[in-house]
């Protein structure tokens, strides 16, 4: 089984080919069906060899841009009893969907 470990957004992802998975919103405007290309390649392995970058690979992963959305609502709260202090906040991550089509 050929996978690869991406960095995108800061974060590390373990990908195969035809995988989806929810990244850190991409900078910049983009369509659904957009070709995206990862440059930061940290591993590659296949069924009888595996490479590690220092810290980058030189070979590139190619994925398809899906959709641009907003995660789930998480509250926040804050409170401090005997002084009638209540703070609520919400907040939604943005994300973007990406189907991995190549590695």
Known sequence: MKFAVLEIGGKQYKVSEGDLIKVEKIPGEHK??????????????????????????????????IKEGRGIKIRIRQFKSKSNYLKRVGHRQPFSQIKITQI
């Open 32 to 65: 659904e069906g957009d070709k995206i290309v990862f440059d930061k390649v940290l591993l590659l392995s296949d069924d009888n060899n595996t490479k590690i970058g220092t810290p980058y690979l030189t070979s590139k992963a190619t994925g398809e841009f």
